[in-house]
T-cell receptor
Framework: NAGVTQTPKFRILKIGQSMTLQCTQD?????MYWYRQDPGMGLKLIYY???????DKGEVPNGYNVSRSTTEDFPLRLELAAPSQTSVYFC???????????FGSGTRLTVV | AQKVTQAQTEISVVEKEDVTLDCVYE???????LFWYKQPPSGELVFLIR??????QNEISGRYSWNFQKSTSSFNFTITASQVVDSAVYFC?????????????FGQGTTLQVKP
């Protein structure tokens, strides 16, 4: 049982490049989230989804995009990477709202 | 607006000491949820506990205990007889009771260092 799988674990991007952070879960959870973690700032919500075909913005959505075509996958797209997007990105799932997240292992992204 | 404050940025204790991590929250919701998550040095995030606003009973799980007080808007976390393996960053988080989104507001985190 893999749980929540994030790829890649590490990535260095140049300013202006684009990439997709992958998040896949095998727990059949409808609720999925993308957070970013910056030092001393806690976690900030980027986007979330309450089920396949439904996505919505979180607190810090600018510069990102998501899609949710299946229950299992919730990729996060970065277009035109900027140094401000240097962060650790976590994908999380939940079996229901406010039940308790299961997190992926994170992606450490550096934009230079 | 919702807010979570973890005023202690870093705490350092010696093994076997008891330690309390503070969490103060702000919300206008009558129904809400509170959480604690642990982030050990390896970096993953682990769910520890969930509490809803209607359940003020304290919770104990082994060496861990949680004290929820609505009167002071606090949800504090105590580790009894701390161990080196407790060294981690601990996050308190707050969730809306309405809207059924499951979105969380996280505190800034408290880094706990337990020295042998």
């Amino acid at each position: 049982n893999a749980g929540v799988t994030q790829t890649p674990k590490f990535r260095i991007l140049k300013i202006g490049q684009s990439m997709t952070l992958q998040c896949t879960q095998d727990m059949n959870h409808n609720y999925m989230y993308w957070y970013r973690q910056d030092p001393g700032m806690g976690l900030k919500l980027i986007y979330y989804s309450v089920g396949a075909g439904i996505t919505d913005k979180g607190e810090v959505p600018n510069g990102y995009n998501v899609s949710r075509s299946t229950t299992e996958d919730f990729p996060l797209r970065l277009e035109l990477a900027a140094p401000s997007q240097t962060s650790v990105y976590f994908c999380a799932t939940d079996r229901a709202a406010n039940y308790g997240y299961t997190f992926g292992s994170g992606t450490r992204l550096t934009v230079v | 607006a919702q807010k979570v404050t973890q005023a202690q940025t870093e705490i350092s204790v010696v093994e076997k000491e008891d330690v309390t991590l503070d969490c103060v929250y702000e919300t206008r919701d009558t129904t809400y949820y509170l959480f604690w998550y642990k982030q050990p040095p390896s970096g993953e995030l682990v769910f520890l506990i969930r509490r809803n606003s209607f359940d003020e009973q304290n919770e104990i799980s082994g060496r861990y205990s949680w004290n929820f007080q609505k009167s002071t808007s606090s949800f504090n976390f105590t580790i009894t007889a701390s161990q080196v393996v407790d060294s981690a960053v601990y996050f308190c988080a707050l969730g809306h009771g309405s809207g059924n989104t499951g979105k969380l507001i996280f505190g800034q985190g408290t880094t706990l260092q337990v020295k042998p």
